[in-house]
């Protein structure tokens, strides 16, 4: 899906965004490819020297139901969280343009975060889950445009997570039926049916980076330098983001090290069972997402696969689980 960036354009983002007299682009660095935008750096003639172009997809490319004005959810988004947490490293938004007119697709403009996405360790997922707990502070749209759903402008809100949840996976669903992709479909719906008790618990709205994980937090020399990436966001339940899925240091950063209090659902042995029902339904989430998402999208066949056993691995543990 990648986009021919040529620098007559991007100069002319660039003056777009930035007071006159704009500096000057003198060269485009295409970033390593992601799942769903191009990223381009600029380099600039002077201050602030570099700056991130995320471009969508062009218009005319499928993509899946819950990934449309993916690009118009993070420009809403990271202002409110600049307000709410100024002292954490994210990038500032410069320009949001979903007019066409330069490029024929939406764009946004961002300032640069200097550092590497973290590795994979346990140290790294610990601070992760840490910087993931104040995210999950954003507070909620006031009425009348608050409820559970996408954190996407223009996005249906529903009035209970149930509800909300059932909505996103429903549609992944119908994308992968509209392609002809393989997927268990009547178990992942008779799944869903028959324990989505669960997410009753869940009975207000927070903020959710789906795909959250220490790879969304940048760091250079051993400091947190940045925290990237609020497309896939979503009001309900915090612990559907994707950093939960491996538990352990992400986790154990998210909680704090302390024991599991004041968590949708209560304590004791039936409220634990019930958020480990909910994470399982989370990860049913995440597993279809994978497989549709691989073919919308051009993901790896080794990460498809992956995802397949996996849903098989906890549609297994569903079916052994009392029905909610």
Known sequence: ???????????AILSKALPSPAPTVTSITELPDTYFNTLYLLHLS??????????????????????AGLSAAEATLLPLLHAHLPALPLPALLLHDSSCTILDTPY???????????????????AAGKLYRQLSTLPPPPPPHGGFGRAAPGARRHATWRAA???????????????LVFVPYERVRAAVAAHGGVLEDVQVPRFCVLD??????LV????????????????????????????GGFEEGWRGGAEKEGQEGGNGED??????????????????????????????????MGERKRLVEVLDELARFEAA
């Open 271 to 304: 409220a634990e069972w019930r958020r480990r029902c909910r994470a399982r339904l989370y990860e049913v989430f995440h597993c279809v997402v994978g497989i549709v998402g691989a073919f919308y999208y051009g993901l790896n066949a080794e990460r498809e």
């Open 212 to 217: 959250f994980e220490a790879g969304a937090v």
């Open 46 to 67: 002077h201050a602030p020297h570099t700056v991130v172009l995320k471009v969508s997809p062009p218009l005319a490319v499928r993509v899946l139901r819950i990934d």
């Open 1 to 11: 899906m990648a986009l021919l960036l040529t620098l007559p354009a991007a100069q």
């Open 165 to 179: 949840f059932t909505a996103l996976l429903e549609a992944v669903l119908r994308d992968g039926e509209d392609a």
């Open 108 to 126: 946004t403009l961002l300032s640069h975060l200097p550092g590497t996405p973290s590795p994979p360790t346990a140290a790294t997922a610990v």
């Open 220 to 247: 250079d020399g051993g400091e947190v330098t940045g925290v990237v990436d609020f497309e896939r966001c979503v009001w309900g339940d915090p612990e559907m983001a994707r950093g939960f899925r491996d538990g």
